[in-house]
């Protein structure tokens, strides 16, 4: 059964901090990765997509890498900004699982002004 | 272009009602997938459906149920609602997958929803 873990669960940092958010997941099976972003009360606004045969993908000041043979992914996000506040989340298909996704717990961030 | 579109948003019911929420997905999607959020569990997937039959089933007892109506159009349903129900709903839309693979010219991302916030007292 694929589990995904996301670290560390929360993070706080100054406004124009690099940071890096980690994800793992224990099956490498995966067709593709994706992240998202929640804001409190809301719905999940899609980050980046990245599938199983491609490394990186990149969206503005977003950054996200996946390594699939160790089963982890990470997400950069460049000089933070308040409004970068909210939890992220990784989820990821596996080949046969159609539009089911797994999801990490997520990582609540908070950029201080 | 329209996002997805689920309603109602915020909804209160009490132990053994039914509800019934909704979603519209982003034009051209034919995959409808559903998800529930809750503080201790996280985000479980319920079910999806892809041209009006349910393609997936999550581990969730039988008094959820969903339907997709010709327009893509999404319904979930909860009979006999307990406390533990309350949560917040999300649909999820996509063009679909065939077999392993995203439908030809799309890449398999999911667009969430606003989701619907289903409080049982």
């Known amino acids: 059964k694929q589990e995904v873990t996301q670290i560390p669960a929360a993070l706080s940092v100054p406004e124009g901090e690099n940071l890096v958010l980690n994800c793992s997941f224990t099956d490498s099976a995966i067709y593709n990765l994706q992240w998202f972003r929640q804001d409190p009360g809301k719905g999940l606004t899609s980050l980046l997509l990245i599938q199983s045969s491609q490394r990186e993908q990149t969206s503005g000041r977003l950054n996200a890498s996946l390594d699939k043979s160790s089963g982890r992914s990470t997400l950069y996000i460049a000089a933070s900004q308040p409004g970068d506040s909210a939890t992220y989340l990784c989820a990821v298909r596996e080949g046969t699982s159609g539009s089911r996704l797994t999801f990490g717990e997520g990582t609540q961030l908070t950029v201080n002004p | ?121």
């Open chain 2, 1 to 121: 272009k329209a996002g997805v579109t689920q309603t109602p948003r915020y909804l209160i019911k009490t132990r053994g009602q039914q509800v019934t929420l909704s979603c519209s997905p982003i034009s051209g999607h034919r995959s409808v997938s559903w998800y529930q959020q809750t503080p201790g569990q996280g985000l479980q997937f319920l079910f999806e459906y892809f041209s009006e039959t349910q393609r997936n089933k999550g581990n969730f007892p039988g008094r959820f149920s969903g339907r997709q109506f010709s327009n893509s159009r999404s319904e979930m349903n909860v009979s006999t609602l307990e406390l533990g129900d309350s949560a917040l709903y999300l649909c999820a839309s996509s063009f679909g997958f065939t077999g392993h693979s995203p439908v030809a010219g799309s890449t398999g991302e999911l667009f969430f929803g606003e989701g619907s916030r289903l409080t049982v007292l």
